[in-house]
């Protein structure tokens, strides 16, 4: 039955890593196309055609305020997700004389490897929150780090890019009000997949990348609460408010601002068909493949409803198990578990505890993915973990 399934969609190519990126949506593709031809002058120049452009480029991030009920004073465009997380961080805590900062071990490289370059050249000292085996933050830790420590800088994400685990934005928005901390979060794998009311969230800080919402690569936006006064990252010309240097990568934007919009827009339909799609995957591979787990949360409340990351039973040839994949047309990511003090595989299932030598692989959804796909790659996964058992 499987050979005859194998046989039936043996050209079918999956796309199963959409944490990574996602396909541009042809709705953005137009309206970038639209722009690149008509909308040429340089946003900062005087004439007819710079007022042009900068008519469009203010429209999106009009466009981009409202979806988040915020001010376009407060969105500041970027090249994308990497740049906005340097931004928030480095400039938050130097320009704000902050000396201590919180993380977890599960953050985006983005924000860790920032926070630790700034430990290691003295301008911070850094606390770590505790994270169960699911990738929980413990909450009460976090209040405890905050109470005991001078004022701080709170880096801690919406949901998680590797496991899916969703923390608490609200809890932590309180918890950073209480004791006066900054509050930056990564929304980059959220954005566009959940409401953010910035009227209501207490967060300082808030990071997109719009290749991650159907919107193209190289180009994001950071929020800046306006409370918050910070100085470049960039510096260059009066862009972005004299915030950012540099000619603003206008297609890129106006792709930006249609991903929100077509996102927004259809929100609640995709999150029912992702979810279902999940929820279909999580109990196909418990009655296919004898001794798989899940790693992270995987209760729809708890955890990204785009994100699902399997551990597979041990087997010889663990490598080769993604590759095989790879060779049925299936694109998805992994590895496995980091061993304590090595680089090499996953620092975000590491610092869970899971078990380095079974292969884990995430796969990661979005609304072009159908039921059809999610049978073919059960069934390639246990056609693999079958003849590798
Ligand atoms: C949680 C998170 N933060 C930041 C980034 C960086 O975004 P970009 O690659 O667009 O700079 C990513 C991208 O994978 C991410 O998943």
Redesign the pocket.
Known sequence: MVADHHQYYYYMRVYFDN??TTQLDPEVLKQMYTVMESNYGNPSSIHGHGREARAVLEKCRKSVANLLHTSPAEIFFTS????A?NMAIRCGIVDNGIGHAITSRIE?H?VIHTLEAMQKAGTIKLSYVNVDEKGNIDYDQLEELLQTHERTFVSL?HAN?EIGTLNDIARIGDLCEKYDALFHC?T??TLGHYPHDLKQLKVHFMVC?A?KLHGPKGV?FLHINHRIKIKPLIYGGSQERNMRGGTENIYGIAGLAKAMEIAYAEMEQHQKHIQGLKSYMISELQAKIPGIAFNGEIDPDKSLYTVLNVSFPEMDSADMLLFNLDIAGISASGGSACSSGTDIGSHELGAIGANPSRPAIRFSFSKYNTRDEVDYTVAKLRELCLVNA
Do not use: L
């Not at 994308?80 to 740049?83: A, I, R, S």
């Open positions: 944490a990574a994308g997700g990497t740049e997380d985006h983005a994400m890019n990564d980059v794998q990348a290749h994001g």
